[in-house]
């Protein structure tokens, strides 16, 4: 792919085989800006050309552009200066912190680094001005290039849909109940014995995740995060679906609202991303559907090519005031996307180191 | 099969050939008390024998002794004193009226009656005391025969884990959000389009129902029905399981109590069922699995022969103060054994015509 | 979407509120020479919004340019020239018939015609000399407009792999046993509690329809249509798929052929549709996957916009001499893009009435 | 359970947290002639309770008895005289060989030692006479103990259905199309990514080990083992289903039946297992369904306690002369179960070492 005249800027994907790495690998594909030059992943599959390296799980069929690519090792050096990561959690503190010192920006999808008290746990309609706390990570970390996160994929889609009701009404109490596919545990993730028939009511450090994730999404930034001051509680469930979350979700607003005007607070979001028209970005970050049986996992999961969150069943709750559904694509907005949203925000923003 | 010297009661089951109808032919088939004499169904049906007459769909297989019975017609004469109804919404009214009218003693598992202010809506281990109203039943309708609902599906297993909290804590609000199998819309019920690989978050009249029948059952009876003073919201989802309804459950209870407290309260719970020793009734009417990931509902449906609720998950709520997973078998518990289970309460109690 | 300046030939789908009918709608939404002019359905959806009469169950969104349009009823009278057909088989005789005597070009992917001595059953890369009988179905049956059919789902897939093999090697016998996907039996089509953990060893008149078609349309036409002298023989399976059936099929050979040989005559496979560069034909019809364990629905069934049927597997077989697998999405080129490549050839090739 | 007076012979189950192993220790639970004394698994279980080492993965309730068992080591030394094996593949060959040579009765359920020109593969109703072949294991091996195999879990059932076949009109050739369930592969065993709304049309070796294992089960014994004359091709597919396997079967009989005849060879089929009454013996091996649409997992899966193989949908076959569909369990008859009705064989046949 790369050839004279190709000017986009080359990035590299670390964990590339896996399934958040394959996203990444996908939308990167064809995009705009960057260009896939290079692809690290374990000593098992160095070496080897991509195409040879990974057992190919989406749709979609794996880009030309990327399959003769040969697979680079963790410990090699690499030439992107923006990096995108896919890591398992066990390796990626050494592996992530090395790019950021060695001058990259590196967005990660991988939760390790996403509640360090100096690195930004981005969604660009929902926090941008958290990108500041970036010259306080550069100060205390010493480093030339930086670390930025984006949340859990569940905590994206609530998120979306949390920040229109915030700063509309204020918001005061969560309860959130999930549904969330499979592919939100990698491959080969969840055996097929714990799912056919079947519920899994528990997914380790989910719950906690979406709590604290949601704190500080919702929170200001101050020289110092400030956690958001609202009352949260999450149930966490495995279901049968391959891709897309579907949440249950109870709010207490500050000032109580009926459904028209919540659904109207809904539809008017828009955020940095639209007004910059990133490339992207959902045109509406949270489209409302107004059947009575919707948002579903195969009808609404690739809603803006898998980038926007899908809200209906918006209704009062006797409990806490207001309920609805939100749902999302978990590995496109939930994860490879949020993270090329973020590195579009910060190209724009005259943020990378290029 | 009739036969000399069989002394067990004859009854009679309306609606045979649907899925809670199969539910009751399959239980009923080795009961000690309860002999099925008759099968009732639609016209179309009327005439054939029973395996004819049937699209079976359990995994047990149908038993010899339903198999040759010829189906009578609704609008025929019944010869059986006491009669289990899963009739379809729209004719229940008329004929389960008729029923009582006739002095059969009519335990039903369809909606239609479940409200009204003169019938029991009854969890034998929940509210044995509402059989009281029956006085008034026959009094104000005129009937020799009287009517008995049993809730929905969903709504039983989630009283049978509340009634202990409220009993031991006291009881102000509660939070849930279900996962339920398909098996709870009968037969053709969901299509498979809608639910491979999807989930559906609305089920027609089920949140609504969840609400008003909890508050019923939980409340009291003192010559009129008093609802419970508790704040209660639901949600409720479709998912690609065939039996078992998995509720995620939040609660706020009168005096806080910590897990250990409350697995103590589900697991030392017994009602009169288990005083009595009724023959379906389950030895623990809540079992607690103490593994992370359980209740689920291959692995937990069918507990105590799918007459227990499954409790787990028991922890701290951060908004309510307590929360936890229930599960249960739908169609047994939460359908046609629940209304054997009230049926044999009666024979006990000397309440039945015979 | 009608406007001044759309010079595309305004075209009518009956059934447009079904299954496949929303595929064609789908399908012909962005088609560079038809424009759906028109929706026609029973008397329940007669005189509706499209958008409010269909219950859309596609992952792609209903068409803009659809969902406004006004649906009309079978009995009314049509302005289009072309008319796709996705009917219910019980009114389809009646009505098929009465647009081919109106005049109008009438291309149906029901079975009622498929069989008819005068009808061809169209597949244009396999038998497109077939149109020939044409000339003899109107002066028999006296129509101004016709019926061009095309055939089964399965049959579809199964004879583009059976074409390359039948012209390169000789055809003598074919054994196939399908798995094939629930969006074949339309909607609301097959109840989830028969497919959820299950697999129905049993589609009616299935077998009946693959193994006549396909003697139909590998045979010749030489005034009359000669069936093909193949011995066949199929079992059908519904299995817990949406999309995309998938066929295991052993084929003796007149000319035994490695699977070199038979890989070969796949790839290098091309027929009318891919001379003409009609804008719904797949490059290439026959696409081959090397991996071990592809086709699979979830990977292939999409390839070349469902338009193609993807090979794998080819091997001996210990039997017939040679055996593969063949996958295909069964409402796109298994029905409604079928439907509309013949429709487009028939364009081309100057025979539509416009 | 140990205890004085308990005079059943002690049994070991090696493998026994796996999901085969599993399979063994619930059926072993409430055997009249075995009790499981022993539970060995690799080390990583060793030494644990076997409630907690296991993840306990079927629907039915761990036995009481084995929970508290102390898992025991594969190099340590065993007490039990009888030893049923569900060792991965890569371990069986050294450890069934040493129980072997130390004087035990081994039935194994793995495939190493199946196709041994010296080792039984046995199917009580098939080829009983094969265990003649023991004294030649004796002597070739110098074992004091011995090995007995049973076929993989979709030749067991195929095999049940061709017996009656062979033996009433000879048998020539044989098609077969499996759709097999993801028990089949053990656990994890198949990523629910590669299942859910999938199929792969893929199971390494296993279309090799149905051929082969056929001929054996299905060949003589005359001092050494003679292949059937068959001529033999299977086609074996992964389908989301958790137990059953479905086979859709096409056979040219030496004497051409109609479907009646061949109903009847199945029904009235009954071998040693049936003549000796063994405890865990079907009444009847092969059940016909004459329902249209049987046999179907969820339905028939679970036919005498998981120890039959059903039959439906005889007819004739316009390739081979006659088809069928056969299903079973995969993981009782098809496994756990199987290895049991030898080791019953064995000891009213004398033939155990106690």
């Not at 939100?184 to 528990?202: E, H, K, M, Q, T």
């Not at 107004?290 to 809200?311: C, F, I, K, T, W």
Request: charged content about 20%; some cysteine; proline content about 8%.
């Amino acid at each position: 792919m790369e050839h004279a005249g190709d000017e986009r800027i080359p990035v590299a994907v670390l964990g590339a085989t896996g399934s958040v790495g394959q996203r990444f690998v996908q939308l990167l594909a064809t995009h705009p800006w960057f260009r896939v030059a290079e692809l690290v992943a374990s000593d098992r599959s160095a070496g080897k050309a991509y195409a040879e390296a990974t057992d190919w799980r989406l749709d979609a069929t794996m880009p030309d552009s990327a399959a003769q690519l040969a697979v680079k090792e963790y410990s090699g050096s690499l030439d992107s200066p923006v990096v995108f990561s896919a890591l398992p959690g066990e390796v990626a503190e050494e592996i992530e912190q090395r790019m950021a010192r060695e001058g990259r920006a590196l967005f990660t999808n991988t939760s390790r680094h996403r509640m360090e008290p100096d690195v930004p746990l981005l969604i660009p309609e929902v926090n941008p001005d958290h990108v500041r706390v970036l010259d306080r990570q550069r100060q205390s970390r010493g480093w030339s290039g930086f670390i930025v996160a984006n949340p859990n994929c569940s905590a994206i889609h609530l998120n979306l849909a949390l920040k229109p009701l915030q700063q509309t009404f204020g918001l005061e109490a969560v309860f959130v109940a999930t549904l969330q596919a499979v592919s939100g545990a990698g491959y080969p993730g969840v055996p097929s014995l714990d799912i056919i028939d079947n519920v899994v009511p528990f997914i380790p450090s989910e719950e906690e995740k979406m709590a604290e994730e949601t704190l500080k999404l919702l929170g200001g930034y101050d020289g110092g995060f400030q956690d958001a001051e609202i009352a949260m509680s999450a149930h966490c469930n495995r279901v049968p679906v391959r891709d897309g979350h579907t949440e249950c979700v109870s709010v207490r607003l500050a000032r109580p609202a009926d459904p028209d005007e919540v659904i109207d607070a809904f539809e008017s979001f828009r955020g940095r991303p639209q007004e910059l028209g990133l490339p992207s970005a959902p045109p509406q970050p949270v489209i409302v559907r107004h059947e009575l049986n919707r948002p579903q996992p195969v009808l609404d999961r690739d809603a803006a090519a898998g980038m926007a969150s899908v809200v209906g069943r918006v209704r009062p709750c006797p409990l806490l005031g207001t309920k609805f559904v939100v749902l999302g694509h978990n590995t496109i907005r939930g994860a490879a996307g949020a993270s090329i949203l973020n590195a579009e925000l910060f190209r724009v923003e005259g943020l990378l180191p290029v």
